[in-house]
DNA sequence: GGCTGAGAAACTGCATGCACTTTATATGCC
DNA sequence: GGCATATAAAGTGCATGCAGTTTCTCAGCC
């Protein structure tokens, strides 16, 4: 960890910085799912060309939060609800791994990062629901982290971000004090060290939180008109539209 | 799967057939870790301009299959063997989730299309490594292709990719008699539909692969000099060089 | 009034050009 | 000869310009 600072925040990284600021506006739903994204007005209002605007969009079309059509303008990502599940699946497994390796092993520093950040969910609580929702999400990246493994952050930190897109869209007004308890609960476990325990408790949150979010299909929000009338699609006559 | 056509092969897609190409050469072996690739020649190569060529290295570096270092010249990635070892512990996890939808649930076409994949393996088998490498490599991503999960789909393909790589760089002359036999255990467990089976069919499988290639840290041939000569190192005096 | 279609505006796809950085080469010095 | 330095070559970082496509607008028509 000496000469590999490949990804701290080289000189003037401007993709990165503005990946890190879509990123953020995103899960904060300052952006919501379906946004416009032209090149144009991102490249003039960071202050760069539409070059590196349109290099950062497709840097965040390959972590799955923009949707890029070709000679269409980009916009965000709005997943469906089929996604949103199978995201959470995967998420799961890749937290699993996180907690396993963690359990035990995280240093008295790092748990009181961890009761810190909590401690700061605590207090966006009363806020506006896209801030705790993205602390709560920071919560599960900062973890990630700690396990020195780049590869699985990398993995948890864009799954995780995926998912948060999805509770923006899918999930009721929203409530955080049980996560909020269910993270003290696995920082808990995390510092006693029973793997098996910690690993039960990641699920059965992660679980939980993919439930509250996405029960019973319900109403998607932002979706697509097709999508959303689908059910009450009359047979008219076989239109041939996207037939094949 | 009807208008959503998205990823299919958009008209023109040149940053697209760049990226094929260059992932293919590079889990082929044709080119090595470390291998330069100067956004001027792939451009010339490919008969496209340098921004084109640019852009495809940043969706490969996405990926974790190219280095991209600023002002320097990109380089095809040569993962550590830690991060190796990363990149099957994750792979293990998601490809339990690809077997565990899919077990007893396979049409009739599929199971033949898997079976015919491997007969390929087989033919290839005499050939050249890098070629039943790929193929074994790509064994798994048809497999995750049949989840129709996009989401896993892309994971799959990514990090089976980044450890079709990491073989090429840590694998002894590659035995592939073994994993020939096991893909084919494989689609019959998942033809049966024994959840269980497969699942650790599948692990078993994985391990083996990885434990193959991984074994002791076996030299690692095109790594870093600095990595390589860390053993041998002794201090002469602190020279201050990166100090921070 | 509502629909259709031509033209304008807005955007994307891509190549090219220039400034700056790194790397390779040659020169001078000891 | 061996090493440091200057200089050229190669390469990246980024903006800009033009061509082609999509989307918006509005007049014309039923």
């Given amino acids: 960890m000496s000469r590999e600072e490949s990804r ?9 910085t503005i990946c890190r600021a879509l ?16 090149e144009d007005a991102l490249g003039e209002r960071f202050g760069v ?5 349109r290099h950062a969009l497709g840097q965040l079309a390959a972590e799955g939060l923009v949707e890029l059509r070709r000679n269409r303008i980009a916009v965000v990502a709005t997943p469906s609800w089929q ?5 959470f699946d995967i998420r799961i497994e890749l937290e699993r791994l996180v907690v396993r390796q963690l359990a035990g092993r995280l240093t008295k520093a790092q748990i009181a990062q961890l009761h810190a950040h909590v401690d700061a969910e605590d207090s966006a609580r009363n806020g506006p629901d896209p801030i ?11 973890l990630a982290s ?17 998912c948060c897109l999805t509770l923006s869209l899918f999930s009721r007004p929203h409530s955080s004090e049980c ?33 509250r979010a996405l029960v019973a299909q ?10 959303i009338l689908a059910p009450y699609a009359e047979p008219l006559r076989p239109h041939a539209k996207a037939a094949g």
Same sequence: chains 1, 2.
């Fill in 49 to 53: 060309s539409r070059t590196i605007a």
């Fill in 23 to 38: 990123r953020r506006a995103i899960i904060e739903q300052a952006l919501e799912p379906g946004a416009k994204l032209p």
């Fill in 146 to 162: 700690m396990t020195e493994s780049p590869i699985l952050i990398r993995y948890v930190s864009e799954i995780a971000y995926r």
């Fill in 132 to 142: 705790s929702i993205r602390l709560a999400t920071e919560f599960h990246i900062l």
């Fill in 218 to 227: 319900s109403r998607p929000r932002g979706r697509d008109i097709m999508d």
């Fill in 179 to 211: 996560a909020i308890n269910e993270h003290r609960m696995l920082i808990d476990a995390l510092a006693k060290g029973d793997a098996e325990e910690v690993i039960s408790l990641m699920h059965h949150h992660l679980d939980s939180v993919a439930n």
């Fill in 83 to 87: 996604e949103a599940r199978d995201a």
């Fill in 8 to 16: 701290g925040r080289p000189a003037t990284d401007k993709v990165g």
